[in-house]
């Protein structure tokens, strides 16, 4: 096995450490409950829709579920083996697009940073399709600065299958990195002046009751996004 790979093995084992892996952990329980019940049907007779309806736009639960019954490995097996897969594979792209050690290892560091203040991590600390999509997405920029296009679109495809939303930021930024002027040119004739209109006073105060969109620079808070 190639040096870099090693190298990258060692640091995706200690950024999961860093990370830290905590199964069951927020909204991941509604995520192995869902797997739980592709494997075993009987499983949750009653009011399954809880959570069963949260997974119609995602193939993630039988991905992990098909994974399961293929290597006959306990699910808490597989879950933590695809998390390790996850972060490796981010680590790699990261790699493949910055070529610098100092830029792979800074994002090993800080997987568990939550992302503009809104407490989403680069990488839950617990099997989420996010991270799935993530890597991805980050192959995705990585064969679109390679000019792979089709490549690019398949990787972007299997994001969109386990997180669309995921995959809309990956999609819009490869547009961007592959045809940087036509796409531009492109949304310049697009009716989205809307975007620009200033927000509804029900909606600031609205918004204003989620601190987490806003960071404090100086003495004002800053609406940073909505994710």
Not at 86 to 108: E, K, N, T, Y
Not at 113 to 138: E, K, N, Y
Not at 159 to 183: D, K, N, Q, R, T
Request: hydrophobic share 60%; net charge positive.
């Amino acid at each position: 096995m190639p040096r870099k790979l090693w190298t990258l093995l060692v640091l995706a084992v200690g950024a999961l450490l860093v990370l830290g892996y905590h199964p069951g952990l927020e909204d991941d329980a509604y995520y192995l409950t869902a797997i739980k019940q592709r494997l075993n049907p009987a499983l949750f007779p009653h009011d399954a829709d809880f959570f069963r309806l949260q997974f119609q736009a995602t193939i993630f639960d039988r991905l992990i579920a098909a994974s399961v019954r293929l290597s006959h490995i306990p699910l808490e097996w597989a879950a933590l083996l695809w998390q390790f897969a996850a972060v490796f594979a981010i680590l790699v792209a990261c790699w493949r697009i910055s070529r610098q050690w100092a830029g792979v290892v800074l994002v090993a560091v800080l997987l568990s940073i939550p992302v503009s203040g809104t407490g989403i991590s680069l990488v839950d600390q617990h099997l989420h399709p996010r991270a799935l999509a993530t890597a991805c997405v980050l192959w995705a920029v990585a064969m679109t600065l390679e000019r792979r296009f089709l490549l690019a679109g398949v990787l972007l495809a299997g994001a969109a299958s386990v997180h669309a939303i995921m995959a809309a930021f990956g999609i819009s930024c490869c547009l961007f990195l592959a045809f940087p002027e036509g796409v531009q040119g492109v949304a310049m004739l697009l009716p989205l002046g809307w975007v620009f209109d200033p927000a509804s006073e029900a909606w600031r105060k609205a918004a204003a009751t989620r601190s987490c969109f806003f960071k404090k620079v100086g003495a004002n808070y800053v609406l940073v996004g909505v994710f």
